[in-house]
């Protein structure tokens, strides 16, 4: 049994001791099992669900929302959350319900937690290795002094100074790669997108506020080219990726993006060059591709056309088009992975799963990361009707690695050279 946590008004993380913790999948509060259930990961973070209060099992085993005491006002306490690193896959969300009309949540991949045994617990499994993304190799105390070296050496190069913005205001780690000379780094390149996503990150479609800011220009092939390969001819595990939380969509730049990677290819071979794409636009994967793509991730909310297009809501493509640029990447050599956006109580639904592995069939890919959407349960299942039967997160990674044991699970991008 694992107890159920929250927040006081002096932000102090406390358990309630007659409360037991639920999680919600979809729209259900359901019991955690074990299996669902981990150990706290180091690199993650316990944050308060403002205006929320948890809604947990009483001593008699019935629904209940939270009270201390009759001497307590409910609303003076708050549902915890945790935040997971890169490598963790939530498998239940936080069951809470708000107290208040205000807007809804941020962009934030909440995951559910409790207390057994004097231990806070996380719903959540661990599928990649984490070491790259700990928090502890970012926002150091050496990264100013790399930004200003940068900055010296390229002062003319309006990436480099866009990638301040963005390891600073928006602690991006693949910003901050870009100068500390490691991993995977990111360039944006693009101001538009040809989707207007429910849970998009930069920019506001109506719903709630988007967290970051798009790119305000749009960068030269030698701007490109100069980031790139500065980053691959001296990272370790070198990536540079295409498609960033700051952009739109990067292959609407083919023919600028294509140019820079024939130029970085002249000037090193090492590395791996990668596009994070809705992979909608055919016609710019494929000139891409012809240019010496190494690597492509495609962002998928579902396989079942009908849901993708709530979700991505696509402009000027379709699903098909999406198909198209997975066919012809892997055929030209690319090394293709499913950005698979996954939300517990209906990525693993019977259906869902269903048309994921439908979808995989028709379009073989090398990898399947698995991405925990930033989004606003109630946000999202405004959009879709999830009564429907799930096999649970673990369930879903367990049918996947026996249904397509030849393709890679994980959380991120690997180098491929």
């Not at 003076?76 to 708000?98: D, I, M």
């Not at 231990?119 to 599928?127: F, I, P």
């Not at 991006?172 to 991993?183: K, L, P, S």
Request: net charge negative; with cysteine.
């Amino acid at each position: 049994m694992f107890l159920t946590l929250y927040t006081n008004e002096s932000g102090e993380v406390l358990e309630h001791p007659q409360m037991t913790m639920l999680g919600r999948s979809g729209s259900e509060w359901v019991i955690p099992e074990q299996k669902e259930m981990m150990p706290l990961p180091r690199g993650a973070s316990l944050v308060k669900i403002a205006h929320h209060i948890p809604v947990g099992l009483d001593s008699e085993d019935k629904l209940g929302y939270f009270e201390l005491d009759p001497a307590d006002e409910p609303r003076k306490a708050n549902a915890v959350a945790a935040l997971l690193p890169q490598g963790f896959t939530r498998t239940l969300l936080p069951a809470c319900v708000s107290t208040t009309s205000q807007a809804g949540l941020p962009l934030l991949g909440y995951a559910a937690v409790g207390l057994k045994d004097d231990q806070v617990w996380v719903a959540a499994t661990q599928t990649d290795e984490h070491r790259k993304w700990h928090p502890r190799y970012y926002n150091t105390d050496g990264l100013l002094s790399r930004i200003r070296r940068m900055l010296s050496k390229y002062p003319e190069n309006r990436i480099y100074r866009q990638l301040v913005q963005c390891s600073l205001k928006y602690r991006c780690f693949t910003a901050q790669n870009i100068f500390y000379q490691r991993w995977e780094g990111g360039i944006p390149t693009m101001r538009a997108c040809n989707a207007a996503c429910i849970g998009c990150i930069s920019e506001n479609h109506g719903e709630i506020a988007s967290p970051q800011e798009r790119i305000e220009f749009t960068p030269s092939s030698q701007e490109i080219s100069q980031v790139a390969s500065e980053h691959l001819e001296k990272a370790r595990e070198g990536i540079i990726s295409f498609g960033q939380g700051c952009e739109g969509e990067p292959s609407l730049n083919a023919v600028t993006l294509a140019d820079a990677i024939r130029t970085v290819r002249q000037q090193t071979d090492r590395g791996t060059v990668n596009i994070n794409t809705n992979a909608g636009y055919f016609e710019g994967i494929r000139t891409m591709c012809d240019a010496g793509l190494d690597a492509m991730r495609v962002t998928l909310f579902s396989g079942n056309e009908e849901h993708y297009n709530i979700y991505h809501r696509p402009r000027q493509y379709r699903l098909a088009d999406v198909e198209n640029s997975i066919r012809y990447a892997r055929d030209r050599g690319v090394k293709v992975s499913i950005n698979l956006l996954t939300f517990p109580g209906f990525t693993d639904r019977n259906d869902e799963v269903e048309s994921l592995l439908s979808f995989l069939e028709r379009n073989p890919v090398d990898m399947i990361q698995l991405r925990n959407l930033n989004i606003d349960p109630d946000l999202l299942l405004e959009h879709f009707d999830t009564r429907s039967e799930v096999i649970g997160i673990p369930g879903l990674i367990n049918l996947l690695r026996e249904e397509l044991p030849e393709v890679k699970l994980g959380s991120y991008t690997h180098p491929h050279q």
